[in-house]
């Protein structure tokens, strides 16, 4: 069969929701490549647009990471689209015939694939449905992000055709900000790409159940088990790395440029050194650096985080490296402690205030006032009419008949309160005065 004239077509390779995929050769051009045409979608009007959709999206893009799109158009009555031909067949064949891949392989599969996610967010595309088939390997290993067809731009979201309230995409890999129906972003494409390398080191996706309902809920409300409690053989940093990769909230998870660099890097391979972005950031204040087995308790001893929740991923204990993966859980972890100080603090200040209060009220009281004090001393204790306790108010009291005359100012003034021979010749004048 010879499409617009210049493709032939051989053998199919492929067959999904919209399309079939053949092996064809370019008469034109001398080359081989892949032909899509779309498959008769009478009960669904919108299939024509998100065919169109995807051609103009994949043409958009010219990356090695991504499948390129040599041409479009329309063969008696049926659209198609014309594609680089890529040999090596998908990610979901690779499992079905090795079963799960040893962490330096998956290494590279997650460095390339998250280099070509990345060249299609910086032109604000996002994916909405990475998964094993729609990962393509050449003949040379090299990844290759394929089939666009259910892809948006970020700029124009009437441009992701579906039908009302319909959610798109393989629920085994759904984002879950996609399960609750919001809107799809690069961290949705992330955490797809999580479930995907999950699934490559261990032989099974992350959350699994018998019905596509179910699955949604786990990937709401469960923590997924750790690789390496199934057996997958990955060192503590790649799995940890990987649990950030699936944190419930999107801005928890790492940026595709930053998984490309961590994974190209080898910091999978448990280095301690920070990640670029990190030396970036160091001089912030409110970004710690743990390293060792005090950077985070393991993740199997906390409860599962939820997309409602505000919690990030918590890595393994003997991770010794940290991202910006940790940074949100890191600072709200924190929030409790801080709350608590403050309370405490507030409570003593207002507990010493209270105290100082009582203490000034009895010290100034009437009852207790300083000028009861001098009753205590010896001189006063044998004259109790010339005595302080007398006359409080000094001057403001009127002269006691008995007392003193105001022409007497040293018996009324004694300069020292020790001396106890002025006390007898008082009490002699008072004597002879009475007879």
């Known amino acids: 069969m010879l499409i617009a004239g210049r493709y032939r077509l051989g053998d199919a390779i492929g067959r999904g929701a919209m399309g079939e995929v053949w092996r064809a050769f370019d008469e034109t051009l001398g080359r081989p490549v892949a032909v899509k045409l779309l498959l008769p979608h009478d009960s669904d009007p919108t299939a024509a647009s998100r065919f169109r959709l995807e051609a103009q999206t994949a043409g958009r893009l010219s990356h090695p990471n991504v499948v390129g799109v040599l041409d479009f158009g329309e063969h008696e009555d049926r659209l198609f689209l014309v594609m680089e031909l890529v040999d090596g067949g998908s990610l979901a064949g690779l499992l079905t015939v090795s079963g799960p891949l040893p962490a330096e392989r998956v290494a590279r599969i997650a460095a390339q694939a998250a280099v070509g996610l990345a060249a299609a967010h910086r032109q604000g595309i996002v994916h909405r449905d990475i998964k094993p088939a729609n990962l393509l ?24 055709l579906t039908a009302t309230g319909q959610i798109v ?17 690069p961290a949705s494409d992330m955490y797809s790409l999580g479930c995907v390398l999950y699934q490559l080191l261990t032989g099974r996706p992350p959350f699994q159940a018998d019905s596509a309902l179910a699955v949604l ?24 790395y990987l649990l950030g990769l699936l944190a419930k909230e999107p801005e928890s998870r790492p940026t595709a440029d930053e998984v490309a660099d961590w994974f190209g890097h080898g910091a999978w391979r448990g280095a301690p ?29 906390t409860s599962a985080p939820t997309a409602r929740s505000k919690g990030a991923f918590v890595p393994v204990a003997d991770t010794e490296w940290q991202t910006s993966v940790h940074r949100v859980a890191t600072r709200r972890s924190h929030l409790p402690f801080l709350r608590r100080s403050r309370l ?92």
């Open 137 to 160: 390997l050449g003949a040379d290993g090299t990844l290759k992000i394929g089939d666009f067809g259910i892809a948006r731009f970020l700029d124009d979201p009437g441009a992701a």
């Open 344 to 435: 405490v603090g507030v409570l003593g200040g207002a507990g010493l205030f209270i105290i100082a209060l009582l203490v000034g009220m009895a010290w100034f009281s009437p009852d207790t006032g300083s000028a009861q004090e001098p009753q205590t001393t010896p001189s006063t204790s044998t004259s109790p009419a010339t005595s302080p306790s007398s006359t409080p108010y000094g001057a403001a009291s009127s002269p006691s008949p008995t007392s003193p005359s105001p022409a007497q100012p040293a018996e009324q003034k004694p300069e020292k309160p020790t001396d106890a021979k002025p006390m007898p010749k008082e009490a002699d004048k008072r004597g002879k005065g009475k007879h």
């Open 273 to 301: 050194e920070p990640l670029p972005s990190e030396r970036q950031d160091h001089s912030r204040p409110d970004r710690p650096h743990v390293t060792g087995s005090s950077a985070a308790a393991p993740a199997s001893s």
């Open 169 to 185: 995409g393989t629920s085994l890999y759904l984002a879950p900000e996609r399960a609750l129906g919001r809107t799809a972003g």
């Open 217 to 240: 809920h786990q990937h709401l409300d469960s923590a997924p088990v750790p690789p390496r409690q199934l057996g997958a053989d990955l060192p503590p940093a790649f799995e940890s």
